[in-house]
């Protein structure tokens, strides 16, 4: 089945430090990922829609120079998280479809916890 | 702009049985795609079942099945022969065949009990 590797899984830092999160579809290519931030209990909050080799469309209200997405081939996509603070404490989940198809399901990283101190 | 609605916050069950999901949707779309997807507490999404809407047969996963109701609107997640470990969140999502991206419902927690 289609893998798709998040890394790193957990993140402990200090206010002000900036946060790369590199999302990687292991055994097929994606065309288009997906960043999510998701709150205890609650739905996963889309941020942004990476294209590879293109830029980022970022949903309303996502501050695009604080939350920095790069995705450069058709297997890798990074958020960076800029001058991270405490309200920016989250689970990150990326997700990539297939290019196989639009009908292909997302298929989602296992989540990165985000603590800022 | 498709709208997924799961109107069961919270649901529980007594292992060994039968418990439903509901998901309602809204679309002009005439094809496209859903999902169930579950979230246990170790938090990675994992795709239970997809159903594609030409088709109108319910598809089925083993102990999973759908009740899609195309007309009503309506995706429903059958969960047979519970077991603790099918404790999770379930998200119901919708894929257009134009859209990129997926809608996702609010999520219905499900715990079963032993």
């Known amino acids: 089945g289609a893998v798709v590797s998040q890394h790193p899984s957990r993140v402990i830092c200090k206010s002000g430090t900036s946060v790369k999160i590199e999302c990687r579809s292991l055994?097929?290519?994606?065309?288009?990922m997906f960043w999510y931030r998701q709150f205890p209990k609650q739905s996963l909050m889309l941020m942004a829609t990476s294209n590879e080799g293109s830029k980022a469309t970022y949903e309303q209200g996502v501050e695009k120079d604080k939350f920095l997405i790069n995705h450069a081939s058709l297997t890798l996509s990074t958020l960076t998280v800029t001058s991270a603070h405490p309200e920016d404490s989250s689970f990150y989940i990326c997700s990539a479809r297939d290019r196989g198809g639009s009908n292909q399901p997302q298929h989602f990283g296992d989540g990165t916890r985000l603590s800022i101190l | 702009a498709q709208t997924v609605t799961q109107s069961q916050p919270e649901m529980s069950v007594q292992e060994a049985e039968t418990v439903t999901l509901s998901c309602t949707y809204d679309t002009s779309e005439n094809n496209y795609y859903l999902f169930w997807y579950k979230q246990p507490p170790s938090r990675q999404m994992i795709l239970v079942i997809r159903?594609?809407?030409?088709?109108?047969q319910n598809a089925t996963e083993n102990r999973f099945s759908v009740n899609f109701q195309k007309a009503a609107k309506s995706f429903s997640l059958k969960i047979s022969d519970s077991q603790l470990g099918d404790t999770a969140m379930y998200f119901c999502a919708f894929l257009g065949t134009n859209a990129g991206k997926s809608t996702f419902g609010d999520g219905t927690t499900l715990t079963v009990k032993p």
């Open positions: 159903q594609e809407a030409y088709k109108q």
């Open positions: 055994d097929f290519q994606a065309t288009t």
